[in-house]
Nanobody, 128 residues
Framework: QVQLVESGGGSVQGGGSLRLSCAAS????????MAWFRQAPGKEREGVAA???????NYADSVKGRFTISKDNAKNTLYLQMSSLKPEDTDMYYC??????????????????????WGQGTQVTVSS
């Protein structure tokens, strides 16, 4: 059974940085597409970034150049380094996992329906 546990959220001023972590267990971590999504109350969950089993990355336009997704296969841990944070980055952030036959997560990496395993989320709040 896939288990994902996020940590690292918190409150930060605009322009600041945070690093989110997602500890994974219960599956062959290195062969999966791993992703970060975020969701505000009353809004749809949206894809932020994804990293494929071969290490290729994908980013939403809104975070390109500010966020970096990475993973440590030895530790079964996914990371999201967030820099130059803006108030509009305030959301609940979720880790997600899915089998990755493409090696790079595929064209639908940003869709909620592409992932079957989810963490419980970690809150990020950015003040102006």
């Amino acid at each position: 059974q896939v288990q994902l546990v996020e940590s690292g959220g918190g409150s930060v001023q605009g322009g600041g940085s945070l690093r989110l972590s997602c500890a994974a267990s219960g599956y062959t971590y290195s062969s999966y597409c791993m992703a970060w999504f975020r969701q505000a109350p009353g809004k749809e969950r949206e894809g932020v970034a994804a990293i494929g089993s071969d290490g290729n990355t994908n980013y939403a336009d809104s975070v390109k150049g500010r966020f970096t997704i990475s993973k440590d296969n030895a530790k079964n841990t996914l990371y999201l380094q967030m820099s130059s944070l803006k108030p509009e980055d305030t959301d609940m952030y979720y880790c997600a996992a899915a089998a990755d036959p493409t090696g790079w997560c595929g064209y639908t990496w940003f869709r909620v329906g592409s992932f079957g395993a989810w963490g419980q989320g970690t809150q990020v709040t950015v003040s102006s």
